[in-house]
C-alpha cells in the first residue's frame, strides 16, 4: 500500500524556518517524481514544488522561489521541504503527492500544518 | 502563466447528474486531472487523463475535454459526492483550477 507520511509543521514566527519531511513507503520511492502542494485555510490548492526522480529537475512556484528549497533522500525514501524567511501566507496545510508522467498526483499525504504567525 | 477556471460552486438533486467544468485557453491539447476533497481530508484523485479512472473510483465519475472545456460529470449523484473538486494540468509545472464545491441538495 502506498503511503505518504508528511511531518515537520508548527508554528514558526515570520522570518523563520522551518523543514518538512515526506516519509514514503509501499512503492520504488527513487522512481518517482514528486511534488509539494499547499492549501492555506479555506483556500484552493496551490502547487508548491516538483523534484524529479534523480533530483535532476527541480521546479517552484514563484511565490516560493528563492526561499523554499525541494530535496529527497532516494536511500531514506523521503522528500524535504526547507522553507526559509516565512510570511504569513506561507500559512498552509502541506502535502507531498506522487507525480505520474503525465502530470497527475495519483498519491497524497495527510498533510501537516505550517502557522506563521507571531 | 496557464490558467484554469472552475465555477465556484453548482449545486445538484440527489440522483441527478452534477457536470462542473474546467476551462483554459486550447485546454482540449492538454491531459487533464480531477481531485475531490472532502473537508478536513487530502485530495484524492477521481479522473486522470481527461478520462480515465484510477481503481476504487466509481463509474459515475467520468472526464471529457475538448476546445477550451474540460468537464467533470458524476452520474447520480450521492449525499457523499458533496465535496470540492479540482482540475488540473501540467504546464511547465502543476496548475491547479480554482476549485468548485459541489452540493448536493
Known amino acids: 500500500e502506498v503511503q505518504l507520511v508528511e511531518s515537520g509543521g508548527g508554528l514558526v514566527q515570520p522570518g523563520g524556518s522551518l523543514r518538512l519531511s515526506c516519509a514514503a513507503s509501499g512503492f520504488t520511492f527513487s522512481s518517482y517524481s514528486m511534488n509539494w502542494v499547499r492549501q492555506a485555510p479555506g483556500k484552493g490548492l496551490e502547487w508548491v514544488s516538483y523534484?524529479?526522480?534523480?533530483?535532476?529537475?527541480?521546479y517552484y512556484a514563484d511565490s516560493v522561489k528563492g526561499r523554499f528549497t525541494i530535496s529527497r533522500d532516494n536511500a531514506k525514501n523521503s522528500l524535504y521541504l526547507q522553507m526559509n524567511s516565512l510570511r504569513a501566507e506561507d500559512t498552509a496545510v502541506y502535502y507531498c503527492a506522487r507525480d505520474r508522467k503525465s502530470g497527475y498526483l495519483d498519491y497524497w499525504g495527510q498533510g501537516t500544518l505550517v502557522t506563521v504567525s507571531s | 502563466s496557464y490558467v484554469l477556471t472552475q465555477p465556484p460552486s453548482v449545486s445538484v438533486a440527489p440522483g441527478q447528474t452534477a457536470r462542473i467544468t474546467c476551462g483554459g485557453n486550447n485546454i482540449g491539447s492538454k491531459s487533464v486531472h480531477w481531485y475531490q476533497q472532502k473537508p478536513g481530508q487530502a485530495p484524492v484523485l477521481v479522473v486522470y487523463d481527461d478520462s480515465d479512472r484510477p481503481s476504487g473510483i466509481p463509474e459515475r465519475f467520468s472526464g471529457s475535454n475538448s476546445g477550451n472545456t474540460a468537464t467533470l460529470t458524476i452520474s447520480r449523484v450521492e449525499a457523499g459526492d458533496e465535496a470540492d473538486y479540482y482540475c488540473q494540468v501540467w504546464d511547465s509545472r502543476v496548475v491547479f483550477g480554482g476549485g468548485t464545491k459541489l452540493t448536493v441538495l
Open positions: 523534484i524529479s526522480s534523480s533530483s535532476s529537475t527541480i
